[in-house]
């Protein structure tokens, strides 16, 4: 492979990180600007918690998840508007797609506060005033809230997550008290798996 192949990808690569980080900063100011309680989840929060111990070992992630109330759904869909995003539900799931380029991949999806995400998981989603903010502008749900989610979640990108947030010393044996006992066994195998 060429120099300048390599040098396309690799700007190519930066433009699609950029584009989720701008696309992250438009809906959260759009959300701030509306007064709506939020908190970001998923990646977004797992990275800036990381962030906050070893920003070198953040890992790049193409999805936001923004954690709101299902009450507040006809004010996000007003501000989602305003950045040139409109509301769509797809087998349950809500999302702002980009007007100009309604590509489910590059959705911001919305998970329901204080719901449970799916009927077979044992605990809800934690509700939006569970946040830190970490960053002004970018509440994120509580770390407690987010393993939580994860483990429920307990799909190989979730694992991964939980096992960025142990390496860098945010989650540890004492977030297995108080879970449910198929949560706490998973979060216990991450642990042993990796020597913690």
């Known amino acids: 492979m060429s120099a300048?192949?390599?040098v396309g990808l690799w700007q190519k690569h930066v433009m699609a990180v950029d584009d989720v980080t701008k696309r992250m900063a438009r809906i959260t100011a759009a959300l701030e600007a509306a007064r709506i309680p939020f908190a970001l989840v998923g990646g977004q929060?797992?990275?800036l918690w990381v962030a906050t111990k070893d920003p070198a070992a953040v890992r790049t992630t193409r999805d936001v998840d923004i954690l709101v109330g299902?009450?507040?759904l006809a004010e996000v869909r007003k501000a989602a508007l305003s950045t040139g995003m409109?509301?769509?539900e797809v087998l349950g799931v809500g999302m702002l797609l980009e007007r100009d380029d309604p590509n489910p991949q590059r959705a911001v999806r919305l998970v329901w506060a204080a719901e449970?995400?799916?009927p077979e998981y044992a605990l809800t989603s934690p509700d939006v005033t569970?946040?830190?903010v970490l960053e002004p502008g970018k509440p994120v749900v509580s770390l407690a809230g987010l393993v939580r989610m994860k483990?429920?979640?307990n799909r190989d990108q979730d694992r991964v997550?939980?096992?960025d947030l142990i390496d860098v010393d945010l989650v540890g044996r004492d977030r297995v008290d108080g879970l449910p006992p198929e949560l706490a066994a998973r979060l216990n195998d991450l642990l042993t798996e990796m020597g913690r």
Do not use: I, T
């Open 151 to 153: 483990l429920m979640a």
């Open 4 to 6: 300048a192949s390599s």
């Open 86 to 88: 409109e509301y769509f």
């Open 70 to 72: 299902r009450h507040n």
């Open 161 to 163: 997550h939980l096992r």
């Open 116 to 118: 449970k995400v799916r």
């Open 45 to 47: 929060a797992v990275a």
């Open 130 to 132: 569970d946040v830190h």
